[in-house]
């Protein structure tokens, strides 16, 4: 029958095509294969390594499928070879208990390697990180900056060339904190001080969105990430805090928090310096052995998560939260 | 079962019967596998909260030990006599059965009623299943082992009935066999719910 | 007075919205239709006798059958509405709370109350035919089965029109599924939807691994059973170590929402993280559970049209347990980002690839079955071929999602809706809907047409490639699941639109699957044999469709192939020479009168009206007891009774 070997044939065709966008990743519109940092650029290489690991059984695979409908067809004159009772082959089961075992023992060893050294930060010697914290509300971000003791909302302002050490969490429904350009997302956690850290090689703008669904308003939980030259950020620091910009205070971040999306970022001079210790341990923070107190579990500790995480709870992993 | 139907002719009813009854069994057994997972999550969830007190009070403070160590005997007591009720079923001892069944009953009865007492006085306190995590973690284990038992109980008083109507037959021993099963499983969980939840809590 | 009436009624029912008053009336006229054709054909006594209070297993899945082609419709409509709504950015078709509402009836409806009763179909359709026996192991269970199952769909349901859809995701993550953030009555419904079908489903589980494990015909050794029932065994033991989690979930949920507990809250010490595990302890078995089956129904049907024996069947029974038993390895790769740390993803992530290895290795069997085979494209087949391709690149996919460090840039992207929809598709929805044109026959007697068929074929296809691969290319675009709007800016629209069109295109197919089976139930082949394809295994050696007792006389198997051996031998046309009486069990009220006490129940629960769900409840265990009670639960077809039915059925005795 013509239409099965078509069929096959489209979708190989529709598979080497998806192949193709997937590697030239060329088109700036496809910003999870542009990378414009360090994080970003790991996990890049490694779907790549993983695409190409995939299609060495699937392009296979797919030609033998339609090698095989064409050959072994049901047709009065097909002279090929017909076996009703040949059902058994010691060699070929081997060959294809060990094809799949190779190809993910292959991919495995890249995926621990790559989880390992994702999970330490990536801090040159010489260079100090920039601390964020995130938090995730209803429906919007709010950034604050325990350094410079400023704060924005749905706008983050960082200086290029710097590991910046993202300290998350929520006081809403959990999000996910995600730019694709710099480096894969991570959930934040009411009640948890999660770490995601990330580097801009180059200034730039790259686009920003939470991932994690948290209601109604979910679809405008965009923001933008900015990044500038050091000197340039430094500047813009200063500008907020000394600009015309309101402080943050605790009656206003109460207002804040309740639900409603904002559509134009929002600036504060300062805000109060406990505000991100205190909404962890209000969602809960306490009980957490490691997320309670961000600035325990916020130090480059994040490194040692091997200890802290090795199965050694015994009940289950909520009591993990240790950053990657 | 259906399979035998051909086999032979004079006896395929009872054939029947034997086998019918030895598939429930069967099937009981894994209902306990998927009970023991239900047990096994609830478990799970008081162990990952039981330090979630939220400023409220902490088992050590909540539990009455007497009370539990004699929940823990009348328990341990009413496993004892089930097995006496079976016993007497395979010597054809209706009487007995019922009799050992009917303790059984008293002694389950004795224990909900301590554990509804139990409730009530941590409930004066303001003990509540909504004070915190830890206690509701604490009332549902606690509460749905007591559930499981409360319907034991209605269970085995519905089958005195039915014992002392038609006696002992295929039917009615595998009825036993499972309430009786069922009961076994419902002390074995409260072990390990003493050692988890109270002797833990007060240590 | 009136007012509060009125104010009552302007909460209590859905309201505002023109597509759901469209959707109200359609359903009153469906209703009323329904009623009237039933009382004007005097039909009701009819319902009652052969369908509501029916044990036999044939029937209750043709019953599974019908409400799951009618919640792939509700779905599939879901599924339309949501793509209506992304075609373009800024649509205004949809507002974001519809939105929530429809994507969240959307996965729930397809996974719980489509995927879940059509699996059970096949189950029941096929199992005891299969193994030679005359009912499950507890056909009285069976049948509260299904209607546990039918009024929890119904709840779940009914929230379409009464008291408002849920609208936090399909698994409902808590806090956002807590009062805090969704106060409404829509998770209740979800909660009490679930859980009421939630007990059936494990029911169901036990049912079918003591038929498999103890009422096969005799001769017939594990290792000679045929596929599908192996398929169906693994999938029971998933489901025995993975519902009671669920219902423990759901339960958890509710007591927080119902009493104020706080297992899951933001205050009070609560811990949401905790839902996430075990949620998915049970939802990652859960997909394994219903694509299992689907692994089944291939492989007998590639053994079937290509007219060759099953290739490497130790290797198809191995790999199959082996699967069930790693997919509860495997939950935690579906929140890599929650920060688990490094030696925990590490594990999970080697975890979910190492299920790519006897996935694999079935494919290859499957192949190597067709190699020096005579293949047939008869629907069946065609599905199966389909499926193939679509199932190797949708786990390729899986794969790479399972390489953590990579994930976290999948994750919660249109990159993982598109995988997972090219799994279930690919994978359970083809293999389904090969289940159900090969079997066909086998329980209606008459054959769906090929022409109208092939078009349902193609347009499904085409339109599955069409819908789902722009998604993953979406998803390398950043855009995220479960967004109800996007702008011009990130170039989303061309991508979106194709999908769109797509997702139209298998609705097309599937009406043209309704129109093939309304045409084939007047002119479809008869298939007078009983053995429709030139089967290998045992339901084809009887009538179709079968009589009430299946087997007139168990047969006796001797090889793995059980029917072709005995057409190979010779033995098909011998008929016995005596018959014997035949032991059955009959039909019971209880099943449907106790699960309309649950649907009573729940819907008390749902608006915590105590005078409502305690009556039920109470209502529940009464019925519990009625059952106990009654002892009159079966009766015996006489010998000469069935010796006139095979006569006239076969023709010959």
Not at chain 2, 166 to 181: C, E, F
Not at chain 3, 184 to 201: L, P
Not at chain 3, 217 to 246: Q, R
Not at chain 3, 449 to 466: Q, S
Request: hydrophobic residues 50%; contains cysteine; neutral net charge.
């Amino acid at each position: 029958m013509g239409k099965t070997k078509w069929l096959s044939r489209l979708k190989v065709l529709l598979t080497a095509a998806m192949t193709m966008v997937l590697l030239s990743g060329c088109s700036d519109k496809f910003i999870v294969l542009d990378p414009k940092g360090p994080v970003a650029e790991t996990q890049q290489k490694l779907i790549i390594i993983s695409v190409i690991l995939c299609a060495i059984v699937v392009i296979p695979v797919l030609a033998l499928l339609a090698f095989i409908v064409y050959r072994y067809r049901d047709t009065p004159d097909n002279k090929s070879p017909y076996k009703p009772d040949w059902h058994d082959s010691k060699l070929l089961e081997t060959i294809w208990w060990g094809i799949p075992i190779i190809i993910i023992g292959i991919l495995g060893a890249y995926t621990v390697r790559d989880t390992y050294a994702l999970a330490k930060p990536k801090v040159a010697a010489d260079t100090k990180p920039l601390v964020i914290q995130v938090t995730s509300l209803d429906w919007k971000w709010l950034f604050t900056y325990p350094d410079q003791k400023i704060a924005t909302v749905n706008y983050v302002q960082i200086p290029a060339g710097v590991p910046v050490h993202f300290q998350m969490t929520s006081d809403a429904p959990m999000n996910s904190f995600w730019v694709p350009q710099l480096g894969g997302q991570a959930y934040t956690m009411p009640g948890m001080a999660m770490q995601l850290w990330l580097q801009a090689d180059q200034p730039g703008e790259y686009y920003g969105t939470g991932a994690n669904f948290s209601g109604k308003e979910f679809a405008h939980m965009r923001f933008q990430v900015e990044a500038k030259p050091q000197a340039e950020f430094n500047e813009w620091a200063k500008g907020i805090a000394s600009g015309p910009n309101a402080a943050l205070t605790k009656e206003g971040y109460q207002e804040l928090a309740k639900p409603g999306s904002v559509e134009k970022p929002v600036f504060y001079s300062s805000y109060p310096p406990e505000l991100f210790d205190e909404i962890v341990d209000k969602n809960g923070g306490s009980y957490m052995e490691h997320g309670g107190n961000p600035h325990k579990a916020g130090e480059p500790e994040a490194g040692k998560s091997e200890g802290t995480t090795g199965g050694g709870s015994n009940h289950d992993m909520s009591h993990m939260n240790m950053g990657k | 079962m259906a399979q035998t139907a051909a086999a032979g002719h004079a006896d395929h009813g009872h054939d029947h019967h034997e086998d019918h009854e030895g598939l429930k069994v069967l099937g009981f057994w894994i209902f306990l596998v998927t009970d023991c997972i239900l047990f096994g999550t609830l478990f799970a969830t008081y162990m990952v909260l039981r330090t979630h007190y939220d400023g409220g009070p902490t088992g050590a403070e909540l539990f009455e030990m007497p009370g539990v160590i004699a929940e823990t005997f009348i328990l341990l007591t009413s496993s004892f006599t089930s097995g006496l009720a079976t016993l007497a079923m395979h010597q054809g001892k209706v009487k007995s059965l019922i009799n050992w069944l009917i303790v059984t009953a008293v002694l389950g009865a004795a224990f909900i009623g301590l554990e509804v007492n139990e409730f009530i006085n941590l409930a004066h306190e303001g003990a509540t299943i909504s004070r915190s995590a830890f206690l509701s973690a604490f009332f549902t284990l606690v509460g749905t082992h007591g559930l499981h038992v409360s319907i034991g109980l209605g269970w085995m008083v519905g089958l005195m009935f039915q014992l002392k109507r038609r006696g002992i037959t295929a039917v009615t021993k595998r009825k036993v066999t499972t309430v009786s099963l069922y009961w076994h499983f419902l002390d074995v969980i409260w072990i390990f719910l003493l050692t988890v939840v109270y002797l833990m809590g007060v240590m | 007075m009136l007012d509060k009436i009125k104010d009552f009624a302007s909460t209590f029912f859905v309201t505002g919205d023109p597509l759901i008053y469209g959707a109200d009336v359609s359903i009153a006229l469906t209703m009323i239709a329904i009623l009237f054709v039933l009382t004007y054909y005097k039909k009701w006594g009819w319902l009652w006798k052969e369908w509501l209070t029916t044990v036999d297993h044939k029937k209750i899945g043709i019953m599974y059958l019908i409400s799951s082609l009618l919640m792939l419709f509700r779905g599939g409509v879901d599924a339309l509405l949501m793509r209506a709504q992304l075609a373009l950015p800024n649509v205004e078709f949809l507002n974001a709370e519809h939105y929530n509402a429809v994507f969240t009836t959307h996965g729930t409806i397809m996974i719980l109350f489509m995927a879940m009763p059509m699996m059970f179909a096949l189950f029941n359709m096929v199992v005891p035919l299969q193994l030679g026996a005359r009912d499950v192991a507890y056909p009285f269970l069976n049948a509260l089965s299904f209607w546990l199952f039918f009024m929890g769909a119904m709840l779940f349901n009914l929230s379409f029109v009464i008291g408002g859809s849920p609208d936090a995701g399909w698994l409902s993550y808590p806090p956002l599924s807590e009062m805090s953030s969704s106060p409404g009555v829509g998770q209740n419904f979800y909660i009490w939807g679930i859980q009421i079908s939630g007990i059936g489903s494990l029911a169901t589980g036990i049912n079918f691994m003591v038929t498999i494990l103890k009422m096969r015909a005799p001769g017939m050794k594990m290792m000679k059973m045929p596929l599908f029932s192996w398929s169906v065994l693994s999938s029971c033991v998933m489901i025995i170590f993975a519902f009671p989690i669920l219902t423990v979930t759901l339960a958890l949920l509710f007591l927080d929402r119902f009493l104020g507990a706080h297992f899951f809250t933001l205050d009070g010490g609560g811990n949401p993280m905790m839902y996430v595990n075990l949620i998915w302890m049970w939802g990652h078995p859960e997909v394994y559970i219903v694509v299992i089956p689907a692994f089944g129904i291939f492989s007998e049907i590639v053994s079937v049209f290509s007219k060759k024996k099953v290739f490497g069947y130790k290797s198809m029974v191995f790999s199959m347990m082996l699967i069930s038993v790693l997919s509860f390895f495997t939950w935690v790769h579906h929140f890599f980002t929650m920060g688990a740390g490094a030696d925990v993803n590490a594990f999970f992530a080697i975890s979910t690839m190492a299920i790519g290895i006897p996935t694999g290795v079935k494919v290859f069997n499957w192949l190597f079955t067709m190699f020096r085979g005579r293949i047939q494209m008869k629907q069946p087949m065609l599905w199966t071929l389909a499926f193939i391709p679509c199932f190797v690149v949708g786990g390729a996919t899986g794969v790479m999602l399972a390489v953590a460090p990579a994930d976290y840039q999948y994750h919660n992207s249109y990159f993982l809706i598109a995988h997972f929809h090219q799994v279930l598709i690919g994978g359970v929805v083809f293999g389904y809907l090969a289940g159900i044109y090969y079997w066909w026959p086998k329980l209606f007697g008459f054959k769906l047409d090929e022409r109208l068929g092939k078009w349902a074929f193609w347009l499904w296809n085409i339109g599955f490639y069409l819908c789902f691969m722009p998604q993953y290319a979406l998803g390398f675009m950043g855009m995220t699941r479960r967004v109800y709007t996007y702008g011009w800016d990130m170039g989303w629209a061309p991508y979106n639109i194709v999908s769109t069109v797509g997702a139209f295109m298998m609705g097309i197919g599937f009406i043209f699957q309704v129109w093939q089976i309304s045409y084939s139930i007047k002119k479809g082949d008869r298939d007078l044999t009983g053995d429709t394809w030139g089967g290998r295994t045992l339901e084809w050696s009887i009538p179709s469709p079968p009589p009430v007792y299946n087997f007139a006389v168990v047969p006796e198997v001797k090889e793995q192939d059980a029917w072709w051996d005995m057409k190979e031998k010779g033995l098909d046309k011998i008929r016995p020479d005596h018959y014997e009486p035949i032991h059955m069990p009959k039909n019971s009220s209880i099943p449907f009168i106790m699960s309309v006490f649950w649907f009573v129940a729940g819907f008390g629960f749902v608006f915590g009206w105590m005078w409502m769900a305690v009556p039920g409840m109470i209502g529940v265990f009464g019925c519990l007891i009625a059952r106990s009670f009654s002892y009159d639960t079966d009766y015996y077809i006489p010998a000469e009774e069935v010796r006139e039915t095979e006569l006239a059925l076969r023709g010959n005795v």
